[in-house]
């Protein structure tokens, strides 16, 4: 069964460096999703990503995160300098289309912890 | 803008006993809804979704939920539940597609319920 991969699992970075957590959706997908889960806190939307473009985004998705998909089967997010706050666990999504028989398949998750 | 409250954040129960996990949202326009699961150490799964038609929905594992639109709810029942049940429940709303406006498939999700089956 195809699913959504995400690398690395666990990602322990220093306060103020750069990271770049990956992703490879399903690939006859066209929409890409970045959410991100705070220890105990709700799931919450990043940003999605359509037509190599970004189609929505939250207002958590400030200037210092970015997506790309740079080769047609990674997408990434990028977080140009990291914060405490920034700590939480980030899941990546894909989905065929947006209409009614179409659903958002998730990784496993990234978590992301900044010291 | 659409919001979802999950009202358990833990919900223990035994083996083989029905469980209810409850789930209220609020939307300005209309909504498709969604119970995912997470089982530990691995990401989120659909169970069911509601988009339209029958308000009653089955999904994978013998979950069910009902949509009541009066009362903007979305609750999954099992009526036995196994030990292989224990994991996060996350009920979430996206925007439909005969809502107007600009949808991307964006998921608002509740704070989920921690599902724990004892022996």
């Known amino acids: 069964e195809p699913e959504v991969t995400q690398t690395p699992s666990h990602q322990v970075t220093q306060m103020g460096q750069e990271v770049i957590l990956r992703c490879v959706p399903i690939?006859?997908?066209?929409?890409f999703y970045w959410y991100r889960q705070i220890l105990g806190q709700k799931v919450e939307f990043l940003v999605s990503f359509y037509n190599n473009e970004i189609s929505e985004k939250s207002e958590i998705f400030d200037d210092q995160f970015s997506v790309e998909r740079p080769d047609g089967s990674n997408f990434t997010l990028k977080i140009r300098s990291t914060k405490l706050e920034d700590s939480a666990m980030y899941f990546c999504a894909s989905s065929e289309g947006l209409g009614t028989n179409t659903e958002a398949f998730f990784g496993q998750g990234t978590r992301l912890t900044v010291v | 803008a659409q919001s979802v409250t999950q009202l358990d954040s833990q919900v223990p129960v035994f083996e083989e006993a029905p469980v209810e996990l409850r789930c209220n949202y609020s939307?300005?326009?209309?909504?498709?809804l969604f119970w995912y699961v997470q089982y530990p150490n691995q990401g989120l799964q659909l169970l069911l979704k509601?988009?339209?038609?029958?308000?009653l929905v089955k999904g994978i594992n013998g979950f069910e939920a009902e949509f009541n639109k009066s009362q903007t709810s979305f609750h999954l029942r099992k009526p036995s539940v196994h030990i292989s049940d224990t994991a996060e429940y996350f009920c979430?709303?996206?925007?439909?597609?005969?809502?107007?406006?600009?949808?991307?498939?964006?998921?608002?999700f509740g704070q989920g319920t921690i599902l724990t089956v004892h022996p």
């Open positions: 509601y988009l339209s038609g029958s308000t």
């Open positions: 690939s006859n997908h066209l929409y």
């Open positions: 979430a709303v996206r925007r439909s597609s005969n809502a107007g406006g600009t949808s991307y498939g964006k998921l608002t």
């Open positions: 939307s300005s326009v209309s909504v498709y």
